[in-house]
Every structure is written in structure tokens, then in C-alpha cells.
């Protein structure tokens, strides 16, 4: 069974930090890019973090340049997102997605939030 699971998410000050992990089973992950979406109330979902399957190339927005961090450990079937410097605009439902572009076949996992508030 094909599973991503996120977790890390929750309540947090801003300025401050949070790591989010996306867990995969039920698929060869060292096989599929991954990215990172956000979705905020009444927003439509944004790319904010990606990562090349073997990890040697990232992109990111240009909202989380410099303060959010994308990795990967293949090895633990596990994708991470690091993010500091937190804002009140950071909050949203967080998703991970692994992506194999050409063979058109992607997962995603059900989201975590993030909330970024004094």
C-alpha cells in the first residue's frame, strides 16, 4: 500500500522554527523527485520547496528563499523540510508529494498544518 505521511507540523511563534518529515512506504522513493505544497484558507496551492530524487538539486519559492531548507535521506525512505525564520504568511496545510514525471505517476500524503502565531 502506497503511503506519504507527513508530520512536524503545529503551533509555533514567529521567527521561529519547525521540521517537517514526509514518510514513504509501498514505493521505490529513491525513484521520485519530491516536493513540498502549501495551502492556505482560501488560497489556491503552491509549490514551495522541490528536491531531485537523488537529492542533488533543489528549488524553492521565491517566499522561502533562504529560510526553508528541502532534504532527503533515501535510505530512511524519508523526505524533510526544514524551516526557520517563520512568518504569520507561512501558515497553511503543509503536503508532501513524491513525483516521477515520466511515467506520470504521483503520491501525496494528506497534509500537516503549520500555524504561525504570537
Known amino acids: 500500500q502506497v503511503q506519504l505521511v507527513e508530520s512536524g507540523g503545529g503551533l509555533v511563534q514567529p521567527g521561529g522554527s519547525l521540521r517537517l518529515s514526509c514518510a514513504a512506504s509501498g514505493f521505490t522513493f529513491s525513484s521520485y523527485a519530491m516536493k513540498w505544497y502549501r495551502q492556505a484558507p482560501g488560497k489556491e496551492r503552491e509549490l514551495v520547496a522541490a528536491?531531485?530524487?537523488?537529492?542533488?538539486?533543489?528549488n524553492y519559492a521565491d517566499s522561502v528563499k533562504g529560510r526553508f531548507t528541502i532534504s532527503r535521506d533515501n535510505a530512511k525512505n524519508t523526505g524533510y523540510l526544514q524551516m526557520n525564520s517563520l512568518k504569520p504568511e507561512d501558515t497553511a496545510v503543509y503536503f508532501c508529494?513524491?513525483?516521477?514525471?515520466?511515467?506520470?505517476?504521483?503520491?501525496w500524503g494528506q497534509g500537516t498544518q503549520v500555524t504561525v502565531s504570537s
Open positions: 528536491i531531485t530524487s537523488a537529492g542533488g538539486s533543489t
Open positions: 508529494k513524491a513525483e516521477r514525471a515520466v511515467f506520470k505517476s504521483n503520491y
